[in-house]
């Protein structure tokens, strides 16, 4: 297939790899991103083992939290304005108190179930804001977390909803621990808890890209496997809480911080506004212009 200039600068963005290499990448694997970012880590090209899609639309994360409940959402809206518009952050209230009484199972439940007495549904109420906003807004996902009267949950929200993190530690009532461990995970971006949580296919695979790269590095056969191992504890420290350095005590490990407290952390929702959406390719600022030009 042919390979477009924006194909290699998205696999630029996700690897730090230069575009002649990234070209030679799409090629080698016909335009399938996740094969040719595997491809560059093995010639050892990339930089970083990341995937995460670029970050994008706008929007809020918003924490609700009452008694042994908590929900986390988020809320996209079309520009970054609107989140510091009162109306839009009377919807975040809103839609975060339903979501903690009404507990419902999915974004479909929630926006067909009453929202207030004048019958109204969350949905017809987003209309509502959508209306009056003048933009399109949209109820993206949400988790609702219960605890018990001997825990703790952590919150936090990074850059006025950016990013919002919902931690529930076990074993402690420690809410200023539990928030700590909430700023970590937003810091950090841990994927897992522990290293049990991760799939048996997410290892292997790991282990075979690894692998690869030892071998295309020229590391003999008989070490190529203990190299792997070694490199596969990193790995885990890349992707699971409890296995990284605590960022406000890099000499230990997260999981000995809580330990430590008598507390162990149970899981955790970490949100990013607008992550894995595609981004507006237009230019906000001609948009404007060209209105101005056509009134």
């Not at 609107?82 to 507990?103: C, I, M």
């Not at 703790?152 to 539990?178: C, K, N, Q, W």
């Amino acid at each position: 297939m042919a390979i477009t200039a924006q194909m290699v600068k998205e696999l630029r963005e996700k690897t730090g790899a230069g575009m002649m290499d990234c070209k030679k990448a799409l090629t080698e694997t016909n335009g399938d991103l996740d094969k040719a970012i595997d491809y560059l880590r093995e010639k050892g090209i990339a930089k970083a083992a990341k995937k995460a899609d670029r970050i994008a639309a706008e929007g809020s994360t918003y924490i609700a939290s009452n008694g042994n409940t908590a929900v986390l959402l988020e809320v996209n809206c079309e520009t970054d304005f609107v989140t510091k518009n009162e109306q839009f952050k009377d919807l975040l209230e809103a839609l975060g108190n339903h979501l903690l009484s009404q507990k419902p199972s999915s974004v479909e439940e929630a926006l067909q179930q009453k929202i207030n007495g004048d019958g109204d549904t969350v949905e017809t109420f987003i209309n509502a804001a959508v209306a009056k906003i003048g933009e399109k807004i949209s109820l993206r996902r949400f988790e609702i977390i219960t605890k018990t009267d001997n825990d703790a949950f952590g919150e936090y929200l990074h850059m006025g909803g950016r990013i919002g993190v919902l931690a529930l530690l076990e074993g402690t009532t420690d809410s200023t621990l539990a928030k700590d461990i909430a700023m970590h995970i937003a810091a950090v971006n841990p994927k897992y808890v522990s290293r049990e949580e991760v799939s048996e296919d997410v290892i292997n695979h790991e282990r075979e890209v690894l692998k690869q790269q030892a071998l295309n590095e020229g590391k003999p056969e008989n070490i190529v496997e203990k190299m792997v191992e070694g490199r596969l504890g990193k790995f885990f420290e890349e992707i699971c809480l409890l296995e990284q350095s605590f960022v406000k005590d890099p000499d230990q490990k997260v999981k000995k911080y809580v330990a430590a407290k008598g507390a162990t952390v149970k899981s955790f929702a970490r949100y990013e506004v607008g992550e894995g959406m595609e981004k507006r390719s237009d230019n906000f600022a001609e948009e404007v212009m060209s209105q101005v030009k056509n009134n």
